[in-house]
């Protein structure tokens, strides 16, 4: 039985449902799946089945005492590991003295995580998004004499690449979810090989059945309704979602806009929302499980995506198996997934007036865009099968793993492998 363990920086986590999917499917397939979160999670806003995942996830923040000298001792006996985990810290351009001291914090968390798998014949470590956890896993990895792996999303690619080269030179294989991502690694890391970077996506069930619709009368008479649904932070720009909506007021759109999602930029957004006298036509809608995001896209007219960076989001995909129609900004890998005019809209990125016109023409255009929200749904159904994607991560990762040659208790050979 092959034992892997998966680390992310928080988990289980109710806005990355994909990792749980992930997980459940190796261990379909035989795998021993050791669950770890670099952040420690609270259960409260857990479903039941992320509560389960919740009670036998190891955690390694904050560390104990305890926890903190025993990582310190590994790494301090372990020189020349030690060396080349200092290195990149030491070496990386332009990273700020914070930066640096967090960098090495996450090494000594790797240091504990690597404490806490030793006795358990781990025999590979992946980890989910570039971020802080990615780290763990390369430190980890190296001080068992193990290999690693990671799936890069983007942001954690395009905007906080931390350490990327160094984890991209010691990964047996890195996972990303668009061809854009992957080209773009090639290009701005061309010492890595070209092999190491698969494309694997992500992926949403097929909507098996739909609610009954509005009637026509309900929906000649309520307003154009948009949606966004996110984590209320930075990246996602909301700012520029709402400042587009007083611009559709102004021009005399009738509509709402919901959006759902909660997160730290909640109050900015509020006072936005009150100084432009959007109240009654924008609503921060908050958390909402998943169980109920259905019938948000069911009243939906529209369906807008705003981030400034993205991978290939799985709320576009959702939206379009239900066949909605979407708008979102020509970035990153939402080309693949969106194709203009025909599945989709795009947008210029970061231009109010293309992205105003561009929902003031799908409001007077509804009533004959039918064809490309069921050509959406088709899209999905052929590109973007959740059970079915996951079936080829799973067979990817597994086949890329090495199976146990005995060498466990040998280091020499173990250094050998990682030098490679």
């Known amino acids: 039985m092959t034992t892997i363990a998966y680390v992310a920086n928080e988990f289980p986590s109710s806005l990355e449902p994909y990792v749980i999917d992930e997980i459940t499917e190796l261990r379909r397939r035989g795998a021993q799946v050791i669950c770890c979160s670099g952040k420690r999670v609270s259960p409260n806003d857990l479903s039941l089945a992320e509560r389960a995942f919740w009670k036998e996830t190891r955690f390694f923040q904050p560390l104990s005492d305890d926890e903190l000298v025993r990582a310190v001792r590994r790494l301090a006996s372990d020189r020349h590991n030690l060396w080349q985990l200092l290195r990149p810290l030491m070496w990386k351009r332009g990273a700020s003295p914070i930066r640096r001291i967090r960098a090495l914090g996450h090494t000594v968390m790797g240091a504990a ?29 190296r001080l068992l004499g193990i290999g690693f792996s990671f799936t890069l ?58 609610p009954t619709p509005a009637s026509a009368a309900e929906a000649d008479h309520r ?25 559709l007021r102004d021009q005399g759109l009738d509509f709402i806009c919901w959006i759902v999602g909660e997160g730290p930029e909640r109050t900015a957004l509020e006072n936005q929302i009150v100084a432009l006298g959007l109240q009654g036509r924008v609503y921060l809608i908050g958390q909402v499980p998943r169980t109920d995001l259905p019938g948000y896209y069911r009243y939906a007219d529209l369906v807008v995506m705003t981030s400034k960076s993205e991978g290939i989001p799985v709320v576009l995909m959702e939206a379009m198996a239900h066949e909605k129609l979407v708008l979102a900004p020509a970035i990153t890998g939402i080309p693949e997934l969106v194709e203009h005019q025909r599945t989709g809209f795009l947008y210029q ?4 007036p293309d992205f105003v016109s561009a929902v003031s023409w799908i409001q007077g255009h509804k ?17 973007y ?9 799973a067979e990817q990762l597994l086949a890329r793993i090495p199976q146990s040659d005995g060498d466990h208790a040998h280091p020499v050979l173990q250094q050998v492998r990682l030098s490679v």
Not at 113 to 141: K, R, T
Not at 164 to 178: E, H
């Open 223 to 247: 307003r154009f309704c948009l949606l966004s649904v996110g984590r209320l932070h930075r990246v996602k720009d909301y700012r520029f979602l709402v400042q587009a909506c007083a611009a």
């Open 349 to 352: 990125p970061g231009s109010l």
């Open 385 to 393: 099968n959740r059970q079915r994607n996951l079936r080829a991560f």
């Open 367 to 383: 009533a004959s865009l039918a064809g490309i929200q069921r050509a959406a749904a088709a899209s999905i159904a052929a590109s």
């Open 153 to 210: 999303h983007g942001s954690d690619l395009l905007q906080r690449a931390d350490l990327l080269s160094a984890k991209l030179r010691a990964c047996q294989f890195c996972v990303t979810v668009s061809d854009f991502n992957r080209q773009y690694i090639l290009r701005n890391y061309p010492s890595t090989p070209a092999e190491k970077i698969i494309v694997q996506r992500l992926g949403v069930d097929r909507v098996l059945s739909w």
């Open 113 to 141: 995580l690597a404490e806490q798998l030793a006795p358990l014949n781990v025999e590979h470590i992946h980890a989910h998004h570039g971020y802080f956890a990615s780290w763990m896993a390369l430190a980890a990895a």
